[in-house]
């Protein structure tokens, strides 16, 4: 199974310098947030679809094309929850996709805040949340 990437070389421009934008605001204001995932190959988008993690197949998602990138809160630095997975094992991790504790929620909603200011479009606008997703609005334009 392929790794999530993390490097901005598969992005494309002007996405990717949207990106590098974003990451110097998130570091500017010290917000507790990291670069968790960029481009995704085909293989690793359908295993995301087949566990449930997304709702996209192979080219379906703006990560395909280099246009999508997830964040995630960096757990040493901000409040969490923790979460078991996998569930009924009694195996329990820090929560970096906590939207629930208020520290946790604060810092992803500026992160949104300041996505959507450089013109990005953040999934905690989505009827179904995806706050850690930023896209490159109106992405199929550029595919």
Not at 22 to 51: C, D, M, W
Not at 59 to 88: I, M, Y
Request: glycine letters at 8%; proline letters at 6%.
């Amino acid at each position: 199974m392929e790794a999530p990437r993390k490097d901005l070389d598969g992005l494309k421009p002007p996405f990717r310098q949207a990106i590098v934008w974003l990451i110097h605001l998130l570091e500017k204001e010290k917000l507790p947030i990291t670069i968790f995932e960029t481009y995704r190959g085909a293989v690793r988008q359908n295993y995301l679809k087949e566990s449930g993690s997304s709702r996209a197949g192979a080219a379906q998602s703006p990560h395909n094309f280099g246009l999508a990138a997830d964040f995630v809160l960096d757990v040493d630095k901000c409040p969490v929850t923790n979460r078991e997975w996998p569930a009924g094992t009694g195996n329990f991790y820090k929560d970096a996709w906590d939207y629930k504790t208020t520290e946790a929620k604060a810092a992803y909603d500026r992160f949104g805040e300041l996505a959507e200011s450089i013109g990005l479009e953040w999934g905690g606008r989505w009827r179904f949340l995806d706050v850690p997703h930023v896209q490159m609005s109106e992405w199929r334009k550029y595919i």
